[in-house]
């Protein structure tokens, strides 16, 4: 392909894809803000350092907040809860509006992932259960503004996700995409789901499996013993509460969680872009009533974080052996790749077509889009240490990088001014949402929720 074509493709792809580049502010209404995962509000933001508000504590692990909003167009905060809640936070007090019990009574329920709000101002959210000493089974829930149960879908074949779901409502329909791993007993495999809300009821439209996994012989690294554990040990961290952390309280285990898909809408056929814990790196487009398979490449059990999908179209995630790699999420061409010296697992931030800002686990890393390099010079190292270790993802507004880590962090685009609130200390796996007006919202170790006002 010729330079000349690849820069129309890239400022074609900067025109449809996402939407993000113009500057204006949104609902925070999914994991890492967006359909495609970016971490972005694109509005000029101030330091978080004193919380105007703190609420009551919830116990909070991984779950994520995100924001919607009421039928006066009031701000909500939702987050979900280790025993099996959906809360609902007022924005101008931090007060408590409603909670939602997603399981039975006595039932070992939890909410580990973020909800994900619709532009009809309905939360879709998973519930894990889990009984005895068997695997763990997703729900996925509609609960409308009001903290009313719509339906309730058990997805089939013991389908389990830690990751959350992404909603994309058109003029004609509301569809949700969910990552699962299915099978759990016998055999995992991978797959995608797509389910279009009715209304009062929800339809399975299509599930496609991302490939085949094949389990090797014992010692191979990839024994199905071996998953199971992996899943178990995912459950005992994001499930119990408080997070454990070392005796120092510095330092979480390595695991990660199962990854959320990122949305790419804007073009005639909607691509759902995921790399797994599985074996499959790959994209999919949605035609309306089926998945295809866009491209895929297979991988070894290699463990990564949740993708995001660039402006210009670049698909970019980090992994346990501390790469991050982009391809492009159209062709499936491997595009770069860096060594951050250091596993990631958080979700990268991209504010537009120059940067994508790292969390490794325990600094923060500048790189060039174009080519993932160290975005560096003479005054600018391309690397800030943070306090502790942290699994959560950077959220990037117009001139502000926000972390949670033991303290929250706000710092430049440069890396070089920085603010602290060392009275906060985050949980290291619950990442920072931001609203329209440039509020920061982050959840404290204790399962409080702090809000950090903002410039409009």
């Not at 392909?1 to 129309?8: P, Q």
């Amino acid at each position: 392909m010729s330079n000349n074509l690849r820069n129309v493709i890239l400022i074609f792809s900067v025109v449809t894809f996402i939407g993000c580049a113009g500057g204006k502010s949104t609902r925070w209404g999914h994991f890492h803000g967006n359909l495609s995962n970016q971490g972005v509000q694109l509005i000029e933001s101030g330091y978080a350092l004193s919380s105007s508000w703190i609420s009551n504590p919830y116990p909070i692990t991984s779950s994520s907040p995100v924001i919607g909003s009421d039928f006066q167009d009031r701000e909500v905060v939702y987050v979900g809860t280790s025993d099996g809640l959906l809360v609902a936070i007022r924005s101008e007090d931090g007060s408590e509006k409603w909670k939602k019990p997603l399981g039975a009574d006595g039932s070992e329920t939890r909410v580990i992932s973020s909800p994900s709000v619709s532009s009809k101002r309905d939360i879709y959210v998973i519930s894990n259960r889990k009984a005895g000493d068997g695997p763990a089974r997703s729900t996925l829930h509609k609960i409308d503004q009001f903290g009313n149960r719509r339906w309730s879908y058990p997805f089939p074949d013991n389908g389990f996700t830690a990751g959350s779901p992404k909603v994309m409502t058109t003029q004609t329909e509301t569809l949700i995409f969910v990552y699962l791993a299915v099978g759990m007993i016998a055999d995992i495999q991978g797959e995608l789901f797509v389910l279009r809300d009715e209304g009062k009821r929800v339809q399975l439209v299509d599930r496609k499996a991302l490939g085949t996994c094949s389990y090797g012989p014992s010692g191979s690294g990839s024994e199905l013993d071996d998953l199971l554990g992996f899943y178990e040990e995912t459950w005992n961290l994001v499930g119990n509460f408080p997070v454990a952390w070392d005796e120092e309280g510095m330092v979480l285990s390595d695991r990660f969680i199962d990854p959320t898909v990122a949305v790419v809408s804007g073009r005639e056929k909607p691509i759902i872009a995921i790399a797994d814990n599985l074996c499959s790196i790959g994209a999919y487009e949605w035609s309306g009533s089926s998945l295809s398979v866009l491209w895929h490449h297979e991988h070894s059990f290699d463990k990564h974080s949740s993708a995001a999908v660039s402006s210009n179209g670049l698909m970019v995630f980090g992994s346990g052996d501390g790469k991050v790699q982009a391809y492009d999420v159209e062709t499936g061409v491997k595009m770069w790749e860096y060594n951050a010296g250091q596993p990631v697992f958080a979700t990268p931030g991209i504010p537009g077509p120059k940067y994508v800002f790292v969390v490794s686990k325990d600094h923060i890393q500048k790189l060039n889009i174009s080519d993932g390099i160290l975005a560096q010079d003479d005054k600018s190292p391309g690397k800030l240490p943070l306090l502790g270790a942290t699994h959560t993802s950077p959220a990037v507004t117009a001139n502000r990088i926000y972390v949670s880590a033991y303290e929250m962090l706000t710092v430049t685009y440069d890396l070089k001014t920085r603010g602290h609130d060392t009275n906060f200390h985050g949980n290291g796996l619950s990442s920072v949402a931001v609203g329209p007006d440039g509020s920061v919202y982050g959840v404290a170790s204790d399962g409080t929720i702090y809000k950090y006002a903002g410039t409009q």
